[in-house]
């Protein structure tokens, strides 16, 4: 069968279960463009590449599949970096498919030409430029196979327009991936996992870090049966939530730098550490050199380089999580641990009240609220996308996920702009699932003209608008550690609810604590897209807070154990 | 910190050093030297690849350039038996007066002339690295015109290739998962 690059291309595509794509045409990837009629693909315009990444990126995490995202040479691609970066931080599988000029215009600044290949190879897991029709089957079915195996990640194929346009005999069998690089890995021996069982059992005081790679393993039952049989609290990282779910009586919540006072304590307290799937990012240790010093550390990850990067471990597994803990469970000795579940109990009630919900109305209205009732309100298979900043804790603190790929967020390269497209995304990828948006009104800004993809494609995504005026987090960093000097963080933005029915939609204002369940309740009837612009105290700051690069149980405390906020 | 030397086979494809030395750059350790050619293998590239780091960082180094989708296979032999050879072609002043003394110098280094013109010589000279930085001492008096130096390449002693760390049948294709790609 002789079919042209870029009927290659959609066919490979189709047949790796591609249905969906989010994308942007242009000169060079037009050929693709054209034959994409003929394919049985869904192609979502959006209103800037970053959006198509950010969508294709909120896609995989919903599901766990790979997303697509398609753009033309030169500012296409390159307004893909961002969403690519996003995804290479947090090991989530795209493949990003860039049209380039001609292969003869290659490296003679034609126009619209730009060294794609070269500026996302640190940003991808691997990226190809394929000049020849003959090429891009088996490229595209490398590409799928690099962005899934292991620690996934973005892949990104540069396609020039004659490679596009010209013809070939198509031969999917023959096309077949083969990488000569790949190793299987060392298979984990049982005197490792015998030496990790017998620190396990010998400790007293165990916490298990619970990170995204039980989400992308699917590990969340065998996490479970080990955390119940040993009686071992587990504390989540940001990306970790939902792997656990937060109703469990051993649930600890998110740890690092806004994690709970006794999370924190907890970590520095324990005498183990179980790392499963984390990789001990500066948010979440603190200060390297004080860290959890009394524990012993078993560090389980899929990604060999993360062992011994910045903590050294006692015991480094190797290999996927779920297979690891599933042969690791056995030799898991049932223990009570009572003196480590009374003492974490006892460093819960030392906190600060949690139930927001008994606080009084001052008349003010708090972000925490807001996205409390937006908890009570939705169900436990409900999908909330954050953007970055004061807003994502706050969601992290105070909507309580149960359900894994149920908070999808930025958690590496924090980039904001990410919430709505990636909200798109995963609508696109579970259209039957409730997707809300909490965003901040400086990241909306960010990446608001893809309000107009969600209308055009009728996408019904509720999107709450955490607006303080502010650039919230950084704002609190200068109220913490640049004497209030506020540089560049008053944010002023458009009238958000005449933005929304500019684009035809639904939207409402909510300034006040008895209005909110109400404009929630009328979000969620609503059938289409909804804006809601929550007028949030402005000068309201995240607790408790450990400063970056300090210990880990040095946190900034809530100033009033009632007060929630910092409502003088 | 101290030198550590990799061999690692790569597959022999455009862009694969900017790849290998992109790793380097991004993750912060500093190449000494980095020598590239053609392996036993056809297809294959082998790089020497001496880097300034600790045992933890070799350790890591390792692991990064196994996530490289290009690299085959890296073997640390800092601390095996191995053969490490530089190549030096130096050009350096030389007329009637000079020209027998260096020659003489050239012989007690076991280094070639490879090159006389009326001024100049050219000496060519393999060895440890710290064998022709000795030359090189001896030659800067008289004068050094222009030096290249290939940096270290290094082969393991014995007869065995194999690496402990090497999978069997790793240079061949493989369909499975990997955890390491």
């Known amino acids: 069968m002789k079919l042209t690059g870029a009927q290659i291309l959609w066919e490979s595509l189709v047949r790796e279960g591609v249905t969906e794509v989010f994308g942007y045409p242009g000169g060079a990837i037009l050929p693709a463009y054209d034959a994409l009629l003929d394919y049985p693909i869904r192609h979502t315009l959006v209103r800037h590449e970053q959006g198509a990444t950010h969508m294709a990126d909120g896609y995989a995490r919903a599901t766990g599949g790979v997303g697509v995202a398609v753009a033309t040479s030169g500012p296409g691609a390159t307004n893909m970096v961002t969403g690519i970066a996003t995804a290479m931080l947090d090991s989530s599988p795209i493949v990003c498919i860039t049209g380039q000029v001609g292969s003869r215009l290659i490296g003679s600044d034609a126009f619209q030409e730009i060294d794609i290949t070269g500026i996302t190879l640190p940003i991808t897991k691997h990226n190809y430029l394929v000049t020849r029709a003959e090429d891009v089957a088996k490229t595209v079915r490398e590409a799928f196979v690099i962005a899934k195996a292991g620690r996934p990640g973005p892949v990104l194929i540069d396609i020039t327009k004659d490679a596009q346009q010209a013809s070939c005999i198509f031969d999917w069998d023959a096309a077949a991936p083969t990488i000569p690089g790949w190793r299987h890995a060392h298979p984990i021996g049982q005197e490792q996992l015998a030496r990790a069982a017998a620190l396990l059992n010998a400790a007293e005081r165990p916490v298990i870090l619970a990170g995204h790679g039980v989400m992308i393993s699917g590990a969340m039952d065998p996490l479970r049966q080990l955390a119940e049989r040993a009686h071992i609290p587990v504390a989540v990282t940001l990306l970790g939530i939902g792997g656990f779910p937060a109703s469990h009586p051993l649930n600890l919540g998110m740890m690092g730098m806004h994690g709970e006072a006794w999370v924190n304590t907890a970590i520095q307290e324990a005498d183990l550490l179980l790392a499963c799937g984390m990789r001990f990012d500066d948010r979440v240790t603190g200060n390297l050199k004080t860290y959890a010093p009394h524990a012993k550390k078993i560090h389980i990850d899929i990604d060999a380089a993360e062992i011994n990067k910045n903590v050294r471990v006692d015991a480094g597994l190797i290999g996927d999580l779920r297979d690891v803990l599933e042969r690791l469970l056995p030799a898991i000795a049932v223990n009570e641990r009572a003196a480590w579940a009374q003492r974490i109990a006892g460093v819960r009630g030392d906190a600060a009240v949690r139930d927001i919900q008994q606080l009084p109305d001052d008349g003010h209205l708090y972000a925490a609220h807001v996205i409390n009732d937006l908890w009570r309100a939705t169900t436990s298979d409900t999908i909330i996308v954050t953007d970055v900043g004061q807003h994502q804790m706050w969601e992290a603190q105070y909507y309580h996920h149960d359900a894994p790929r149920s908070l999808i967020t930025s958690g590496g390269l924090g980039t904001m702009g990410f919430a709505v497209p990636a909200a798109i995304g995963a609508k696109r990828a579970r259209p039957d699932a409730e997707v809300w948006a909490i965003v901040g009104d400086g990241g909306f800004q960010m990446t608001m003209c893809e309000l107009a993809t969600a209308v055009q494609e009728r996408l019904a995504i509720k999107v709450a608008i955490i607006n303080n005026g502010f650039l919230g987090m950084v704002r609190q960093w200068q109220e913490f550690f640049y004497e209030r000097r506020y540089a560049a963080t008053p944010l002023s933005g458009p009238d958000f609810v005449k933005l929304a029915e500019s684009f035809g939609i639904h939207a409402s204002a909510v300034s006040i604590r008895g209005e909110v369940l109400p404009a929630i309740a009328d979000a969620r009837a609503h059938d289409g897209p909804v804006v809601i612009d929550f007028r949030v105290e402005q000068e309201d700051t995240v607790y408790p807070m450990v400063p970056a690069g300090a210990d880990l149980d040095a946190m900034i405390r809530r100033p009033n154990p009632i007060a929630e906020t910092g409502a003088d | ?181």
């Open chain 2, 1 to 181: 910190m101290s030198l550590h030397t990799f061999a690692v086979y790569v597959e022999d494809r455009p862009g694969v050093l900017n790849r290998v030395a992109s790793l380097f750059r991004r993750r912060g350790f500093n190449i000494h030297s980095l020598a590239v050619g053609h392996s036993e293998i056809p297809g294959v590239s082998r790089m020497t690849a001496v880097v300034q780091t600790d045992p933890g960082g070799a350790q890591r180094i390792q692991a990064h350039l196994y996530k490289l989708v290009n690299v085959l296979r890296v073997e640390d032999i800092t601390t095996r038996p191995a053969i490490v050879r530089d190549l030096a072609l130096i050009k350096v002043t030389a007329d009637q007066q000079t020209r027998t003394s260096l020659v003489q110098l050239a012989h007690v280094f076991n280094a070639r002339i490879v090159d006389v013109a009326p001024e100049s010589i050219v000496l060519e000279m393999s060895g440890s690295e710290a064998k022709i930085d000795g030359l090189l001492e001896v030659l800067r008096p008289y004068g050094v015109l222009e030096m290249v130096r290939t940096g270290r390449i290094a082969i393991a002693r014995g007869s065995g290739a194999e690496s402990t760390e090497r999978p069997s049948g790793a240079l061949e294709v493989d369909e499975g998962i990997s955890y390491s790609v």
